[in-house]
């Protein structure tokens, strides 16, 4: 649906499997309920065998679906995840091969942050989705990202062809790992290691906009992520500052906004989804 609307790129967490396959989902637990009996599951992906996994959620081969997911509320409550268009969960071999290669893959690194891992558990997982994108990717536009400073250094030094940028919201004191608390420890992660850009929440670079200055002086690439990316005024304005892309959840709307700025003469930013 991103690809139809025009989106550049499309953005996506992966974490691995048990048994070291790359799948596509973003919370830390799946939720869903057990079809033996009739309550709630929560499990690590990487608690769960592929087929386990793709045995959860809508099925494209039945009508009936046996493990349903569920979605955490605010209050800590359960309740159905539904939504406006339905399909099976997926691996990422999967994507490669059902998404139109027109559109770039922003590949992010997901890791809970509530579990430490060694360096040889964080190299698994690189490796076991380096193995995939190495194999599927036949010339589309891939980078990587991670909010995990140790994965993104780590993937940087076992590959250079795929660019790699560290993800941070900028607010201090969230994280007790200092590299994750502001733009300027985000730049630092970067010029370290070697990588291409940063990705940072957009209300981090409204509250500091000579950070958009200081990120492109250093050689950065720089992309935005957030709700108020959704918001027209708040697209032209940062593409007036010099911000490379921007990640929105209303594709077709800010497409159609960052072409006017093409048609004006403008920067022009990168639409991701």
């Known amino acids: ?3 139809r609307d025009g989106a550049d790129f499309v953005e996506f967490d992966v974490q691995v499997t048990k048994d070291g396959h ?25 608690d769960l065998m592929l087929e386990e996994f793709l045995g959860i959620g809508y ?8 493990r349903p997911l569920y979605r955490k509320n605010g209050d800590g409550s359960c309740s159905p995840w539904t939504v406006s268009a339905d399909d ?4 990422l071999k999967d994507a490669f091969e059902d998404v139109t290669d027109s559109v770039g893959f922003n590949i992010e690194l997901k890791f809970d942050d509530s579990v430490i891992l060694s360096h040889q558990e964080l190299k698994s997982s690189i490796d076991a989705i380096l193995e995939v ?10 980078y990587f990202s991670s909010f995990h400073p140790d994965a993104v250094t780590l993937i940087r030094k076992q590959q250079t062809v795929y660019p790699v940028f560290f993800l941070t919201n900028g607010i201090p004191d969230k994280h007790t790992d200092y590299r994750r608390g502001s733009l300027a420890a985000a730049m630092e992660v970067c010029l370290l290691g070697d990588l291409q850009g940063i990705v940072a929440e957009v209300k981090a670079i409204l509250q500091h906009p000579e950070a958009v200055q200081n990120i492109k002086a250093a050689g950065l690439a720089l992309l935005t ?49």
């Open 225 to 273: 992520y957030g709700e108020l990316n959704n918001v027209a005024d708040i697209l032209h304005l940062q593409a007036s500052t010099g911000v490379d892309g921007l990640i929105v959840d209303h594709v077709l709307e800010m497409v159609i906004e960052s072409l006017k700025d093409n048609v004006q003469g403008n920067h022009q930013v990168v639409i991701e989804a």
């Open 59 to 66: 099925q494209t081969d039945s009508q009936i679906t046996e």
């Open 1 to 3: 649906m991103a690809a």
């Open 133 to 142: 994108v190495n194999e599927s990717s036949m010339g589309r536009k891939v």
């Open 22 to 46: 790359p799948v596509i989902f973003h919370d830390d637990f799946i939720i869903f309920k057990e079809k033996e009996s009739d309550t709630l599951a929560h499990k690590r992906i990487g």
């Open 88 to 91: 099976a969960l997926c691996t």
